[in-house]
């Protein structure tokens, strides 16, 4: 089971907007609406920021939303601040025999 | 609060065995799935397992399977991941997490597992 493709790193000023995107199958991402992201800090377990595509657990900020397209999802930061730096994750569930398969990440740098 | 704190890692040569073991706490253990991912020193997240509440059903990545197996013992609350024929690879930090119902998602620390002759 390959990992689900994201672009290794993004970058933004504070206040503006990024989008990380995450590319799957129709066996995965396209296939269920189940994608997450994660957002880690270095050292840190990760930390759920959307679930079931584009839900935001509670405590998340708003600034944080997700979608999909087809293979390919998306999460969206908006207002970009300074603790926002962290690495990326998506994660899908897979029909394959497997259950589940994450994203290469990507590394989010606020300049 | 739920609590999950995992132990057993450390260094292993290649070919060799170790077993990972996770407490929980905080929640009803029996009643909840629960998952094995791990982190490559400096590489992403890779999901390794996951073993349902009862432990009737069991799923594994291929880059595992066949060398590792999940278990629980709902008695003691504690999950565990058997991992026989390390390699190189398999060196990471071994996070347990709870991650249903969404979205109340929780990780433990992690254990450091470092296979290296």
């Known amino acids: 089971q390959s990992a689900l493709t994201q672009p290794a790193s993004v970058s933004g000023s504070p206040g503006q907007s990024i989008t990380i995107s995450c590319t799957g199958t129709?066996?995965?991402?396209?296939?269920?609406?189940?994608v997450s992201w994660y957002q880690q800090h270095p050292g840190k377990a990760p930390k759920l920021m959307i679930y079931?595509?584009?839900n935001r657990p509670s405590g998340v900020s708003n600034r944080f939303s997700g979608s999909k397209s087809g293979n390919t999802a998306s999460l969206t930061i908006s207002g970009l601040q300074a603790e926002d730096e962290a690495d990326y994750y998506c994660?899908?569930?897979?029909?394959?025999?497997?259950?589940?398969?994450f994203g290469g990440g990507t590394k989010l740098t606020v300049l | 609060q739920v609590q999950l704190v995992e132990s057993g890692g450390g260094v292993v040569q290649p070919g060799g065995s170790l077993r990972l073991s996770c407490a929980a706490s905080?929640?009803?253990?029996?009643?909840?799935?629960m998952h094995w991912v791990r982190q490559a020193p400096g590489k992403g997240l890779e999901w390794v397992a996951f073993i349902r509440y009862d432990g009737s059903n069991k799923y594994y990545a291929d880059s595992v399977k066949g060398r590792f197996t999940i278990s629980r013992d709902n008695s003691k609350n504690t999950l565990y991941l058997q991992m026989n024929s390390l390699r190189a690879e398999d060196t990471a930090v071994y996070y347990c997490a709870k991650r249903d119902p969404r979205p109340n998602d929780y990780w433990g620390q992690g254990t450091l597992v470092t296979v290296s002759s």
């Open positions: 079931d595509v584009s």
């Open positions: 905080g929640f009803t253990f029996s009643s909840y799935g």
């Open positions: 994660s899908s569930y897979t029909s394959s025999s497997t259950l589940e398969v």
């Open positions: 129709s066996s995965d991402v396209g296939g269920y609406n189940y």
